[in-house]
């Protein structure tokens, strides 16, 4: 493996450790993935921005990397906790439509989301509905020793594992507190694996299980979706911080179950190795919510006239451990932050291909970006490496092209292949399309060479009252911006 060694922060110790794979040369990934009842805001794209960038730099580290993310279209609750009704089939019933229907828009607008953000296409997009067969035959190798059986399904008894709950902080403060009690419950955590219909009640998803007629629990739906991809133990997992608390520890609670009849003399064996969890975009207002106010979707930064890059910019401009506040203020500078970039890129872009990204001149910007990345993936350090590198002076463009081209496989900005018309996006409102704002330009080019300047103000005034503004002598060398 090349360069520093892989340093990242595991949220079950802790503390920073230095990434040993389970198998050599290999790094197997799972990251919960969106729950398609709804289009995904870009909160929700943080979490995929960050596991992209985890799965990046493994790869640029030389580890074969097999990565999973799940779509969750069955068994996730309106409530984390033991209670509400099944996120997908209420949407169902509110929009009068097939269930089925539901999952494939909002799952198709969800790919959407993550190719314009340039995150790679994982090994495998594992689909919940596609495994309930496996579920049911987990369920089944732990129920006698660890679960019990109440009217409303198969219930996971937390007081059989050891340590249940270490991964979560919240414990005391909010955790078990807010879980609802079920009748019956032997614990105030104990979770459903297996949720019977209740008696009289049609649902649009269900399955025979030697519970009932039901649908599956979401924590078990990703236990046994990484056991069967990635193998258990595999190496990492990731997911947003409010998985921390209730989802992540059900789901080790299960793998410790499973590990344990399986043989595995661990009894804390926790499916994965290394738990990692990304902290929340948030609004001033508080948590970012899908019913409450404008719902920041991408598209609607795109609407608005924001490359999609912009906010994936935005995003690395942090650290993932980092709570980031979301501005338009702040996507602005992300985008004239990756403008410059741009500019800087288009001096080479066009060089040879194959140049030596460690020219000595490069090197040691390759090392500290190298060191920024190991640093548990420290992507505002990274950045700095990679600006420098960018604006050198008289470096060899093809061994510039290089270095830049690798430090960018692990950012996934594109900086090869954007250019300008990319990135002067336009607003869904405005009134000029590219065409008529350069041949207004150009009008107003020759009018000031001809030195009248009464109509080449007219015709700045004319673009402004479209919402174009003209920006003589921008440093940026961006000509208009609307
Ligand atoms: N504001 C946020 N910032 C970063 N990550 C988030 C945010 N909100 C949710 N996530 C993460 O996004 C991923 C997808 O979550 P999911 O599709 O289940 O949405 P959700 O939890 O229903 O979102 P919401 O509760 O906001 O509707 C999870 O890893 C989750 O932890
Ligand atoms: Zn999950």
């Not at 230095?18 to 990934?29: Q, W």
């Not at 799940?70 to 409530?79: A, E, M, P, S």
């Not at 594992?161 to 270490?166: L, M, S, T």
Request: with cysteine; hydrophobic share 40%.
């Amino acid at each position: 493996m090349t360069g520093a060694p892989l340093q990242l922060f595991n949220s079950l110790t802790r503390q920073l450790e230095t990434f040993e794979p389970v198998h050599p040369g290999e790094a197997r990934v799972y990251s919960c993935g969106p729950t398609v009842y709804n289009y995904p805001h870009i909160g929700n794209m943080r979490a995929y921005v960050f596991a992209d960038v985890l799965g990046r730099t493994l790869s640029w580290k030389g580890y074969a990397l097999t990565h999973v993310v799940n779509i969750t279209d069955v068994g996730h609750l309106t409530d984390d906790a033991d209670a509400g009704e099944d996120k997908l089939e209420k949407a169902a019933a509110e929009k009068a439509q097939s269930i089925w229907d539901i999952a494939k828009h909002y799952t198709e607008a969800y790919w959407a989301d993550v190719k314009a953000l340039n995150i790679r296409e994982p090994a495998h997009w594992s689909i919940a509905t596609d495994y309930v067969p496996q579920m049911i035959e987990f369920a089944k190798s732990i129920a006698d020793k660890h679960c019990y059986e109440l009217d409303s399904g198969l219930y996971f008894d937390v007081s059989t594992v050891a340590d249940y709950g270490r991964l979560a902080r919240a414990k005391t403060e909010e955790g078990e507190s807010r879980i609802e009690a079920v009748e019956g419950k032997r614990n105030a955590a104990d979770f459903a694996i297996w949720r019977k219909t209740p008696p009289g009640e049609t649902r649009q998803m269900e399955w025979d299980s030697p519970w009932g007629r039901g649908a599956p629990g979401w924590h078990l739906e990703c236990s046994v979706m990484g056991e069967a991809l990635l193998g258990f133990p595999f190496d990492i997992h990731t997911g947003g911080i409010d998985h921390r608390e209730i989802h992540h520890p059900n789901e080790i609670a299960q793998n410790q179950a499973r590990c344990c009849t399986n043989g595995l003399d661990d009894p804390l064996a926790s499916g994965a190795r290394i738990w990692m969890h990304n902290n929340f975009l948030v609004e001033r207002s508080g948590k970012m919510s899908k019913s409450a106010g404008e719902f920041l979707r991408l598209p609607l930064l795109v609407e608005k006239g924001y490359h999609p890059l912009a906010y994936r910019l935005m995003c690395l401009q942090a650290h993932y451990r980092s709570e980031l506040e979301f501005s338009w203020d702040g996507l602005g500078a992300a985008l004239t932050r990756l403008k410059r970039m741009v500019l800087a890129a288009e001096r080479f872009a066009d060089a040879e291909e194959g140049g030596d990204p460690r020219h000595p001149r490069l090197a040691p910007f390759l090392d500290r970006f190298d060191a920024a990345m190991s640093d548990d993936l420290n992507t505002p350090l990274a950045l700095t490496a990679f600006e420098e590198a960018l604006a050198a002076k008289k470096i060899d463009p093809a061994a510039r092209r290089a270095a830049i081209a690798e430090m960018d496989s692990v950012l996934g900005l594109g900086l090869l292949e954007l250019t300008r018309a990319d990135l002067r996006l336009r607003p869904k409102n405005a009134e000029l399309d590219e065409d008529d704002v350069e041949d207004a330009l150009e009008r107003r080019r020759d009018a000031r060479e001809a030195r009248d300047f009464s109509r080449s103000d007219a015709i700045r005034e004319e673009l402004a009252a479209k919402g174009v503004e003209v920006m003589d002598g921008d440093p940026l060398g961006w000509e208009w911006k609307l």
